[in-house]
């Protein structure tokens, strides 16, 4: 028992030359700060962001009972609620009065905030020339803002 006090386990990385059989050891950082930043969590599952300088990473950590039937589903239907979870609390809708709601385009006034939210979709399938798309897409939102100008300079 009285090893344990005179040894300490420290976690690293070692490089090793392979040539000159040189060894560098980079302990990792212990400064208290969490290498993970958790965005979502479902049991012991969870989506998180690396928070690395050099590379940073989105990862998905799933974990299935070991007596599940069918391990793989239970993994996409974790990772179908979590997903849908994440979109709902990374694009939350601007609340306010509706100025224009089309098929591919909606433009929202929050007077409230004085912020106006513009959603614009495209499908790049059905429509090859997104380019075009796009200017029809931002024509219509300008003639939105003209339609509806006394509204926005008395939201400012």
């Known amino acids: 028992m009285s090893d344990n006090k005179k040894t300490r386990n420290i976690r690293g990385v070692v490089k090793v030359n392979t040539e000159t059989f040189d060894m560098t050891f980079k302990p990792y950082n212990e400064t208290g700060e969490p290498a993970q930043f958790v965005i979502e969590k479902m049991g012991d599952s969870k989506i998180y962001e690396t928070l690395g300088e050099k590379k940073s990473r989105t990862v998905a950590h799933l974990v299935a009972k070991a007596g599940d039937p069918d391990p793989l589903v239970t993994f996409y239907e974790q990772l179908d609620r979590m ?11 601007l609340k306010g009065r509706t100025l224009m709601d089309e098929e591919n385009a909606r433009v929202t006034l929050s007077k409230k905030e004085s912020r106006i939210e513009m959603v614009l979709g495209i499908d790049l399938k059905a429509t090859p020339n997104y380019n075009q798309a796009l200017m029809n897409l931002m024509y219509k939102v300008n003639q939105c803002f003209a339609t509806n100008q006394t509204s926005l300079c008395n939201a400012r």
């Open 83 to 93: 997903g849908r979870s994440m979109q709902t609390k990374a694009k939350p809708k």
